[in-house]
């Protein structure tokens, strides 16, 4: 056990009989063999699931309450829930299966009758069963007896009337819930030493209980508003000291190591401006001002850029980087695949036209002699510009003054790799980072995933856009659907077919790209030329595949979802998707965004093979909305925060009692707390605030010492 008081290790006796009028948090850090009742194989076993110290119990919240009044037997109505305190009258229960069930059964009663108890797929229960033996059982009568739920032994029948409204903790098959209750119970004793992460000046204006109050009330309300309330105020504490350790990271990243200062727009800057063939946008200039405040203020830009596809990110990149060349530093674009690399080369060469600013690309499949000239030129500091993937943070890749950072679809780098890129940057420096993502992310995530960076949204798109048509395409329809295509085809228009296969697979049905382009060639669009691009082609093929449909060569381009992102071809107006319930509500949408980047009408076909309920609210919501920030949210109700972006792996906490989006609104709040609280005394470790930081790191880690996850 861990000591709070010189070296001697804490005993049972101490932790029972410490003051808890004085908070102690390293009380909470002891085992939970200080408990009463708890041996070593019980804290092996709930170590297994993460219980290791009496403070983790006390953070083990009830994933419900039951209303557990007590009723007799006579009083039981057939499928209806209610718990019964009884005496085993039967002999010793032997366990038997049937069909795939194991079953116990035991007569038991009470003083208005008797009835036969019923425990399904746990044999261990049958050794607990002896007779006349008080149970508490908590179930439903049917017409084959009473089949348990819940249940604990009774040694003391005192308080069990009383107790009506008692919690249900997730348990496993050594721990069940009235154990977990039982150590609860005890450890509540000791809540009054959890930190108040709160400070007392916000709890009294926002009138909030103190935390020990607070967490007795979530495991054990005594009336069910008190529940509520509880529970408002431990997710608000939460949503808090998460806000405080990702301001307090930002904070730190700032302050550890300078940034290149560049100064204002010059010359080469303003010249490549005025040369864009199009205006850009209100939310384009309002990105290009945050750009400029960011890059010369000296401390690192750490910016978010999320825009709506078509929105444009690629313009805002490119004044990033067009800064950072003006200044005298180098600069790099980091794209997750070859294919988007490759496009953003196409984009930029287009893009930097009028300016013949020469840089490099750099992936995989570069040739050796056009690999060792850029890396010569990039570490002499000759190369000012260079796009690339994860060719780029290998050790052999040196700059000379690398200053600017672009990581496009930030979300598919691990934090490693983009660490590796920021270790790239000037000695005693730090580059600025933009990071990019055409998939736009609700505000819930992007102030927990990604709530250390300043963030930047692109809503509006560039004028003489169309929205993209959507429409949910039965099987008995598909005929009149290809008709439609060729019809579109025949005036010169051009069409993508997305399969969600490569090729075809017995253990993976679905359409397959190569397979439905031979299909497509003999059938439907016989006369028309087609191209295929997939994921495991090589390269230099690839790159054919994209110039060939570019140009025009080739009518329809079948693919898988290698088009996802960074795919430009104005004069293409249909998409059609196959297996369209295989794919989340961003990545459709990010898919029909390839269509519709010209002045034609273009027109989305989702063709769903096996679609069931969940599947069909999220095509329906696809073909129903245009705008991808709404679509976001739709998706985070749908799914929840776990599965957005993968965002597990990108640093989304584990709550233990927000939960999101449901709390939203709270989380804006606790940020505008953290925000306002450091506006006025410019640091969370200043005395006045308490012990906030300290509550904060023991929930959520030492964040702040950490360097910032790119």
């Not at 850090?29 to 194989?41: C, R, T, W």
């Not at 209100?282 to 596809?309: C, F, K, S, T, Y």
């Not at 980087?321 to 600069?331: I, V």
């Not at 080369?345 to 850029?374: I, N, Q, V, Y």
């Amino acid at each position: 056990m861990r000591s709070f008081s010189g070296d001697r290790e804490l005993s049972a006796a101490d932790l029972r009989n410490a003051p808890v009028h004085w908070p102690r948090p390293s009380v909470l850090d002891v085992s939970i063999q200080a408990l009463d009742g708890v041996g070593p194989k019980l804290a092996e076993a709930a170590a297994e699931a993460g219980i290791a110290t009496v403070g983790d119990l006390l953070l083990r919240f009830p994933h419900s309450h039951r209303n557990r009044q007590l009723t007799q037997i006579a009083n039981l109505e057939p499928g209806q829930q209610g718990t019964i305190l009884v005496e085993v009258l039967g002999a010793k229960p032997r366990p038997f299966r049937k069909r795939r069930l194991t079953i116990v059964g035991v007569k038991v009663g009470d003083e208005s009758g008797h009835l036969r108890a019923t425990w399904f797929n746990q044999p261990w229960v049958a050794e607990k069963l002896e007779t006349g033996a008080r149970l508490l059982l908590t179930g439903k009568l049917s017409g084959r007896g009473f089949g348990v739920g819940e249940w604990e032994l009774v040694d003391d029948e005192e308080g069990v009337e009383s107790s009506s409204f008692v919690p249900v903790h997730s348990a496993t098959e050594d721990l069940r819930p009235q154990r977990i209750r039982d150590w609860v119970g005890q450890a509540c004793r000791w809540a009054p030493n959890a930190i108040e992460g709160l400070p007392a000046e916000l709890r009294t204006r926002r009138r909030l209980a103190g935390v020990a109050e607070a967490i007795r009330a979530a495991h054990f309300p005594e009336v069910p508003e008190d529940l509520e309330a509880a529970r408002e105020r431990l997710a608000f504490e939460e949503l808090f000291l998460h806000q405080a350790i990702l301001a307090t990271r930002k904070r730190a990243h700032r302050a550890a190591r300078p940034a290149p200062r560049c100064g204002k727009p010059g010359e080469l800057v303003n010249r490549w401006l005025e040369s864009l063939p199009f205006e850009p946008t209100g939310d384009q200039r309002l990105a290009l001002a945050d750009v400029d405040g960011d890059l010369d203020r000296g401390e690192p830009m750490q910016r978010l850029l999320m825009g709506e596809v078509g929105s444009g990110k690629t313009v805002v990149a490119v004044y990033a980087m067009l800064r950072a060349l003006e200044a005298g530093y180098q600069a790099v674009l980091m794209a997750p695949t070859e294919t988007l690399a490759e496009q953003h080369a196409l984009t930029l060469d287009r893009l930097l036209g009028a300016e013949a600013l020469p840089f490099s690309l750099l992936t995989g499949a570069t040739p050796a002699p056009s690999r060792k000239r850029a890396l010569n030129q990039l570490a002499t500091g000759e190369l000012g510009l260079i796009l690339g993937t994860h060719a780029l943070i290998e050790p052999t890749v040196r700059f000379a003054r690398l200053g600017l950072c672009v990581v496009d679809e930030q979300h598919r780098f691990g934090v490693e790799q983009r660490r590796a890129l920021d270790a790239k940057g000037v000695e005693g420096m730090a580059p600025h980072v933009l990071h990019m993502t055409a998939t736009p992310i609700p505000r819930t995530l992007s102030l927990t995933a990604y709530g250390d960076l300043d963030t930047t949204a692109l809503h509006q798109l560039p004028a003489g856009r169309q929205p993209v048509s959507t429409r949910l395409v039965g099987e008995d329809e598909r005929a009149g659907a290809y008709e439609f295509i060729r019809d579109r085809l025949r005036e010169g228009r051009q069409a993508f077919v997305v399969c969600p296969l490569v090729a075809e697979s017995e253990k993976q049905p679905g359409k397959a790209a190569e397979a439905e382009a031979e299909r497509l060639r003999a059938g439907e669009l016989r006369g028309f030329e087609l191209g295929v691009l997939h994921g495991q082609m090589h390269s230099n093929d690839k790159a054919e595949a994209m110039r060939a449909f570019a140009a025009g060569e080739t009518d329809v381009l079948v693919a898988t979802t290698v088009i996802e992102v960074g795919i430009d071809v104005a004069n293409a107006t249909v998409m059609v998707i196959e297996g369209a319930e295989r794919f989340g509500v961003s990545q459709l949408h990010q898919l029909r965004g390839r269509v519709g980047r010209g002045d034609h009408a273009s027109i989305c076909l989702l063709f769903p093979e096996e679609a069931g309920e969940l599947a069909r609210r999220r095509l329906t919501a696809v073909a129903a909305e245009n705008d991808g920030f709404k679509l976001a949210e739709v998706d985070l109700e749908l799914r929840g925060e776990g599965e957005i972006l993968g965002t597990r792996q990108s640093g989304l906490p584990r709550f233990a009692v927000a939960s999101l989006p449901e709390d939203g609104a709270m989380l804006v709040e606790a940020r505008d707390e953290v925000v306002a609280l450091l506006r006025r005394y410019g640091s969370l470790e200043d005395a006045a605030l308490g012990p906030l930081l300290d509550a904060a790191r023991r929930r959520f880690g030492t964040g702040a010492a950490d360097p910032i996850p790119l």
